[in-house]
T-cell receptor
Framework: NAGVTQTPKFQVLKTGQSMTLQCAQDMNHEYMSWYRQDPGMGLRLIHYSVGAGITDQGEVPNGYNVSRSTTEDFPLRLLSAAPSQTSVYFC??????????????FGQGTRLTVV | LAKTTQPISMDSYEGQEVNITCSHNNIATNDYITWYQQFPSQGPRFIIQGYKTKVTNEVASLFIPADRKSSTLSLPRVSLSDTAVYYCLVGAGNTGKLIFGQGTTLQVKP
């Protein structure tokens, strides 16, 4: 059971480039979300999804797009990378959407540097 | 979602019991209290969750007073490997999102 898998683990982008961070889960969880974590800070919610075809914005959605075409995958797209998007990105999935009964599972993270 | 307040950092020594308190004055009736642990360069990991009174598992205990305006995560006999950031989260089901604060950085010394 792989859990939540993020790819790539590391990425360097030039300002203005675009890319997609991949996130896949094999637990058949309905709820998935993306967070960013800047050095010495807590996690901030970017976007989340409560099921295939349904997404919503979190605390810091600007500069990021998401889609949820399948239950398993929840890619995060950076349309035009900026140095301010240098961060570690975490994807999470949850059976219950919050963790009231179950727990949220996090991937190992993608460390992104924009130069 | 209810806002939480916890100490920014704490120090302890191996073998001691550590208690981290979280304040959540605006907790709603349906809200649960959940704690996550994060090691450097890793994603957060669920530790424990509770609604009221006391919850205990193999890793920690969670104490919640009757008014539920605060909670205390208790880590018995910590070791160096317990050095991590601990997050307190409060909320209810079916929101599809978790809101993290800055967490408490616990440093366990030999």
């Amino acid at each position: 059971n792989a859990g939540v898998t993020q790819t790539p683990k590391f990425q360097v982008l030039k300002t203005g480039q675009s890319m997609t961070l991949q996130c896949a889960q094999d637990m058949n969880h309905e709820y998935m979300s993306w967070y960013r974590q800047d050095p010495g800070m807590g996690l901030r919610l970017i976007h989340y999804s409560v099921g295939a075809g349904i997404t919503d914005q979190g605390e810091v959605p600007n500069g990021y797009n998401v889609s949820r075409s399948t239950t398993e995958d929840f890619p995060l797209r950076l349309l035009s990378a900026a140095p301010s998007q240098t961060s570690v990105y975490f994807c999470a999935s949850d059976e219950d959407g919050w963790g009231r009964i179950t727990e949220a599972f996090f991937g190992q993270g993608t460390r992104l540097t924009v130069v | 979602l209810a806002k939480t307040t916890q100490p920014i950092s704490m120090d302890s020594y191996e073998g001691q019991e550590v208690n981290i308190t979280c304040s959540h004055n605006n907790i709603a009736t349906n809200d649960y209290i959940t704690w996550y642990q994060q090691f450097p360069s890793q994603g957060p990991r669920f530790i424990i969750q509770g609604y009221k009174t006391k919850v205990t598992n193999e890793v920690a205990s969670l104490f919640i007073p009757a008014d539920r305006k605060s909670s205390t995560l208790s880590l018995p006999r910590v070791s160096l490997s317990d050095t991590a950031v601990y997050y307190c989260l409060v909320g209810a089901g079916n929101t599809g999102k978790l809101i993290f604060g800055q967490g408490t950085t616990l440093q366990v010394k030999p």
